[in-house]
């Protein structure tokens, strides 16, 4: 059975950093792609980074790039998100995402149940 | 930029049938995805590369896309079905997601 698994969200200040991680189990983690997508509180949906299922070719929304970093570690079957300078609007529910592509986005077909990020002083 | 529309809310009777647009200039030409969110929950595929149904979705969901319109369409709506709705579509890569549509039904 294919599982996600995030951990790492919590409250944070404004200006200060929060690294993000996903445990994966059940499917070959290294043959996929994965993504962070988010949601803030009674809003929609917002696709944050992917990368690759080597860990070449992240990409990142304009909303983070600079400050987000995504890494994997497949030895571990591990994704991360590495947040920077965080803003009040980088408050919401951090989803770790299975993606069916493998170097290109392709579509999400697991999801993990998120992980609340809260920036507020 | 490339705008991902999708109407803001949608109702039906039980029963009746439900279409939810995701509106994008020549969409027709792209892969379009539908998720459905119920809430407190993550989202679920219901409908991939425009028509496909994952294992375990019901028949009664589809999909369609032509031109500048994709559509979700849910036959038979049952209670159930009352959730947020999203269309996915890789145009750039930025943004892919549509702002949603609420399912609401009566």
């Known amino acids: 059975e294919v599982q996600v698994l995030e951990s790492g969200g919590g409250l944070v200040q404004p200006g200060g950093s929060l690294r993000l991680s996903c445990a994966a189990s059940g499917f070959t983690f290294s043959s996929y792609a994965m993504n962070w997508v988010r949601q803030a509180p009674g809003k929609g949906l917002e696709w944050v980074s992917f990368?690759?299922?080597?860990?070449?070719?992240?990409i990142y929304a304009d909303s983070v790039k600079g400050r987000f970093t995504i890494s994997r570690d497949n030895s571990k079957n591990t994704l991360y998100l590495e947040m920077n300078s965080l803003r009040a609007e980088d408050t919401a529910v951090y989803y770790c995402v299975k993606d069916l592509g493998v170097v290109t986005p392709y579509y999400f077909d697991y999801w993990g149940q998120g992980s609340l990020v809260t920036v507020s002083s | 930029s490339y705008v991902l529309t999708q109407p803001p809310s949608v109702s039906v009777a039980p029963g009746q049938t439900a279409r939810i647009t995701c509106g994008g200039y020549n969409i027709g030409s792209k892969s379009v995805h539908w998720y459905q969110q119920k809430p407190g929950q993550a989202p679920v595929v219901v409908v991939y590369d425009d028509s496909d149904r994952p294992s375990g979705i019901p028949e009664r969901f589809s999909g369609s896309n032509s031109g500048n319109t994709a559509t979700l369409t849910i036959t038979r709506v049952e209670a159930g079905d009352e959730a947020d709705y999203y269309c996915l579509v890789w145009h750039s890569l930025n943004d892919p997601f549509g702002g949603g549509t609420k399912l609401t039904v009566l």
């Open positions: 990368i690759s299922g080597s860990g070449g070719r992240p």
